[in-house]
């Protein structure tokens, strides 16, 4: 039996997954405060963790971004001890590599776009690249593009990070995948990005209005996708 622990940064996103994966609440936690809601279950031959970013208790809404999803991560495997983590969850996309609600996936290294800093050795640590465990046949039957994933803690897009996705690669814009996938490497467990894209980041309509209207369409999707992806996965 694989051990495979699902990291999703909004509660929104993961409904879908959740629902049918038909996992059930982890109740009483106690570390870090309960902070981050998790969720147990079976399917196929995989137990299943699925741990969320949680709620700002501040400003009540999903604590996205790099900090919470590297803490989020560390102390769910600590809890889980998986043997592959999935980051799933939305993205933006150029519109001219992949519509909205398509399925990207990577199998190569996943970096930042926003870590900045010129000096030897530093600005490559800087920007990640962090390993992607791929495998075709995880996606036998289940359309899919295969890109970089390139994470930042901005919604927006400035021109410097549009520079640097390009100079990249970068195809799926988010902001928790290259945290996750540090935390992954640091633990030596296989780790697979799976996102769906909500927003074009190359067109004029704003992102977060865009991401607002795709949430539920993408959303959906990721949950048609992991289910199949861990049937696929024996
Ligand atoms: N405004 C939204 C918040 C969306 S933030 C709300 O009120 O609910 C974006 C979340 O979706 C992050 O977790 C990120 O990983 C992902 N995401 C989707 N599209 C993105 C984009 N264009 N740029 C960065 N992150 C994006």
Same mark, same amino acid.
């Given at each position: 039996m694989k051990k495979t622990l699902i990291i999703m940064a909004m509660e929104a996103e993961a409904r879908p997954v959740i629902e049918k994966l038909g996992l059930k609440p982890v109740a009483?936690?106690?570390?870090?405060?309960g902070g981050f809601p998790r969720y147990r279950g079976g399917f196929n031959d995989h137990a299943i963790m699925l741990s969320l970013n949680g709620k700002c208790p501040v400003h009540q809404v999903d604590r996205i971004g790099t900090e919470y999803a590297a803490l989020n991560t560390q102390s769910a495997i600590l809890a889980f001890q998986p043997s592959l983590? +999935?980051?799933a969850g939305t993205c933006g996309a150029f519109a001219r590599d992949a519509n909205i609600a398509d399925i990207i996936t990577s199998n190569q290294p996943?970096?930042?776009h926003d870590?900045?800093?010129a000096?030897?050795?530093?600005d490559r640590f800087a920007e990640g690249h962090y390993p992607t465990a791929y495998h075709p046949e995880y996606f036998a039957g289940i359309p899919h593009k295969l890109g970089v994933v390139t994470t930042g803690n901005s919604l927006d897009m400035p021109e410097i990070d549009e520079q640097r996705i390009i100079a990249n690669k970068g195809m799926a814009k988010e902001m928790e995948c290259a945290a996750i996938a540090s935390v992954a490497a640091l633990y030596d467990i296989e780790f697979?990005? +799976?996102k769906s894209v909500t927003d074009h980041i190359d067109v004029e309509v704003d992102n977060a209005e865009q991401f607002l209207q795709n949430l539920q369409q993408a959303s959906q999707r990721l949950s048609e996708v992991l289910p199949a992806v861990l049937n696929n996965i024996q």
């Open positions: 009483d936690q106690q570390n870090l405060n983590i +999935i980051n996943v970096v930042y870590h900045r800093v000096l030897e050795g530093f697979l990005p +799976i």
